[in-house]
């Protein structure tokens, strides 16, 4: 009960600052006072964006059993969906002024668009890709992996592999797409200037409706029975496959979809940090995604949530005010959260809850809602 | 295609060998339909390794396993051989810890297995009825919301054979299921699975030799990854070899 009462806190708290954020920036005149500034509105936008990433890992780590340490790269291919669609939207304002082709290729004497760019002036097409983009790598990538039965450790290390791969290919100038520099200097989103602090108040109130979205399907989908064999298949995969449940099948549809979350949030990234790089495919992005879940409460979607946010609030105040004490409070967090805060954060404050309640806390488990 | 024996399940010349050691060495075992048989035979005889060629686990070197005598059990994946109706209860109780006892049963529930049907699925009352039946014929009925690893020992026993139950399988395989279970529970087991025998063919191993008793049972003694003796409990009890290898003198 009191662990409902802090998913619904968590919950209630992403709704009142959508709220706030709503109200302050749109509705009230700015004589008020109250708004946010665009500093403060793409910090939060970005940190949104991390916690949707973290939820769409929970769902395979924490209900699957599967320990991507990968995710990254889906995160990173949704952004370079939209980075490209905002790259076709500057036109003729780029440095070297040319009609269609990006800076990046007219600097490279390329003399026409690669094919995989045709279709991205158009959003509708971009928005397609920023979810066919990773979940077909995830579906090719899972169906291989599942159907062979790679689990546990090795499938870590096969997903860090791949996002690995594609880091060194992206950085490549050849593949396309901007090689180390990626996709920067924007210019505006369906035709409204991205500098303006109006797109940065509704990129900020997409990420968190997004996030509300995707918090809302995954826990409707663990709710059914769906949700119930990914359980299954993470504590005891082959008792599911004695039930004659069809184990691959499940983890892939599961695998998609969180691809296609993290798509989304990277897609809602790029716009409001201005950039996307090969950088972003780097093996310790992924890892640090995993470092919000654990601390946050892996098994538990607003954990992870939340676990993203705290995270990611700590970087931007220690990378501020104390840069080189950053790693050693991410590694003293991680130590932490593993010896003391089995259940995370979320977990941990269940537990306090439970004991100023005077009962005993109960038989620690992952709870389905 | 016609079936090439009225065998239920149909064993012949199994050999499985793991680094050189024979687990199964020409092993041939048939099961009528409708069925009660125990299997017996000391630790490393290849009880489990049958059982695991069985349900697909693993691939024998050499023979035929069959099943309705047009199934070759040996093409097929363990998920391919459950949806066939081949029910299997691990030796060491295996339900899910972190669902409860009636999560655990509607997992097992007989149905189509999709992803998209679990999505979509809703209890209709008639699987209510027939979880709750099990249920109470598996004496957890008090149960139903305790959380899967929190019952004791004989409780999960008792569980994993209403999952089995649910699963409506031709043919159940059942591993040790009176282990970690007090003498009345054990009887009460028995009881249980001698009801099945008829409508559906159960083969039962088993170290507990009262238990093999109460069953009543045809008997084929495992020995060295090949069958020793079968017969009635009494006819293999008098056997020489099998008292030399197995009962003890």
Known sequence: MIGLR????????????IAYVFAANVMLPASMGMA?????????????????????LDLVWGYCGILSLGHAAFF????????MYLMRQIGERGTYGHPVLPDFMVFLNWEQLPWFWYGFDAFWFAGLMIFFAPGMLAFVFGWFAFRSRVSGVYLSIITQALTYALMLAFFRNEMGFGGNNGLTDFKDLLGYPLASNGVRVWLMLASGLALLLSLFLCQKLLATKFG?????????????????????????????????????????????????????????????????VALGGRGSLYGAALGAIVVNAAKTFFTGSYPEAWLFFLGAMFVISTLYLPRGILGALEDLAQQVKGNAPKLSTEELS | MIPVTQAMLYLDGLSVSFDGFKALNNLSIDLAPGELRAVIGPNGAGKSTMMDVITGKTRPDAGVALFLGRHDLTLLDETQIANLGIGRKFQKPSVIETLTVEENLELALVGNRSPWQAIMQILRPQDRHSMSEVASRVGLTDALDQLGGTLSHGQKQWLEIGMLLLQEPKVLLVDEPAAGMTDSETLKTAELLKSLAGEHTVMVVEHDMEFVEALGCKVTVLHEGHVLAEGSLSHVSSNDEVVDVYLGR
């Open chain 1, 36 to 56: 946010l500034d665009s500093y403060s509105l793409t910090i939060i936008g970005k940190y949104l964006c991390f916690a949707m990433l973290a939820v769409a």
């Open chain 1, 76 to 83: 990173s291919l949704g952004g370079y969906a939209m980075g």
């Open chain 1, 6 to 17: 802090l998913r619904q806190l968590v919950f209630a708290s992403i709704v009142a600052l």
């Open chain 1, 228 to 292: 119930r064999v990914l359980v299954a298949v993470r504590d005891s995969e082959s008792r599911t496959r004695f039930l004659g449940y069809r184990v691959e099948h499940f983890k892939l549809f599961a695998f998609v979809m969180s691809a296609m979350i993290a798509g989304l949030a990277g897609a809602l990234y790029v716009p409001q940090v201005g950039i996307i790089n090969p950088g972003e495919f780097s093996p310790l992005a992924s890892i640090e995604v995993v470092v919000w």
